[in-house]
């Protein structure tokens, strides 16, 4: 099932060596736990496959969860979300709707989604907006009718079994689970893509956290020294993605590691 979202970092690329990795856990689950659900492109994978297992998703950034919450929320906020994303987008709506602020969750929601789709990187705050020079401008990767039809699966998946959080994922692992998937921000450039990142320390707090936690996990980070050295002991494997650089519109392959406990988790 497809994100609406073009997340950057998004695990799409990666679904078919995290499922594997995950189902023998959610065969046996009844909650799963994602605590960076960023573009939820597991947490749609998972929700597609099991039917009958609670998902608990959270992210730090409030516009992200806001969305989330919006998408699996009433009928109404729901279909006025709809109607909102069908407008098509211009350069002075971009400029509007990237520099407004507010606390009002279901315009949250929107500017989530709607900045998402007209900046360059697919970020989901302060990125350049998609301009002139590249194909249909602001315009050329918002597909209201697509995104529209995304959400309306996606709804139908998560609807009735999912609750969402805006909060850290330290506060996350506090709430009940059996399994969690966890996609960190990435460490070599995490601050400058993603509204809510993590510095250093808080990096090895999460990899203390976890080498003690008596439950499966699974976790996908960038390659780099700092996660091989906290996550020593530990299952890592290196899995290649394959994606576009834009600059050079060339495939090129990306190295990021899965990383599991020894033995599983399990209790
Ligand atoms: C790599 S992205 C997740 C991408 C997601 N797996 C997907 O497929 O779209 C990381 C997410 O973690 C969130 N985040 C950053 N720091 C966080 C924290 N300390 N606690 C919870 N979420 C955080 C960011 O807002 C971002 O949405």
Redesign the pocket.
């Known amino acids: 099932m497809k ?1 609406p ?1 073009r ?6 690329a990666l679904l078919d060596p995290i499922m594997a990795r995950l189902e023998p856990h959610l065969d046996r689950a009844r909650i799963y736990l ?10 749609l994978a998972v929700a597609q496959r099991y039917a009958d297992l609670e998902i608990v998703l ?4 409030p516009n ?1 969860a806001d969305f989330w919450s919006v998408l699996i929320g009433c009928e109404a906020t729901f279909l006025r979300l709809l109607r909102l994303l069908q407008v098509p987008p211009c350069m002075s709506m971009g400029h509007r709707v990237r520099h407004h602020l507010t606390r009002d969750p279901f315009l949250r929601a929107y500017q989530c989604l709607f900045i998402n789709r007209v900046t360059f990187s697919g970020g ?1 705050f302060n990125t350049g907006l998609l301009a002139r020079g590249t194909g249909d401008g602001i315009r050329a990767r918002y597909n209201a009718a697509d995104l529209a039809r995304c959400m309306i699966a996606a709804r139908a998946a998560l609807r009735g079994r999912t609750t969402v959080h805006s ?4 506060y ?1 692992l506090h709430l009940p689970f059996d399994v969690v998937y966890l ?4 460490i070599a450039h ?1 601050a400058n ?6 510095c250093e320390h ?1 990096h090895r707090v ?1 990899g203390d956290t976890l080498k003690r936690l008596r439950r499966p996990w699974l976790l ?1 980070y960038d390659d780099q020294p700092l996660v091989r050295d906290l996550y020593q002991g530990c299952r890592i494997e290196t899995v290649s993605v394959p994606h576009w650089v834009r600059r050079t519109m060339k495939r090129k392959k990306r190295v990021e590691l899965l990383i599991e406990p020894t033995g599983g988790g399990a209790q």
């Open positions: 994100s979202f997340y950057p970092g998004n695990k799409t994602e605590p960076f659900v960023g573009g939820g492109s597991v947490a959270a992210d730090a950034d992200v989901v909060m850290d994922v330290m996350s996609d960190p921000p990435y995490g893509i993603y509204r809510a990142s993590m808080q999460l996908s």
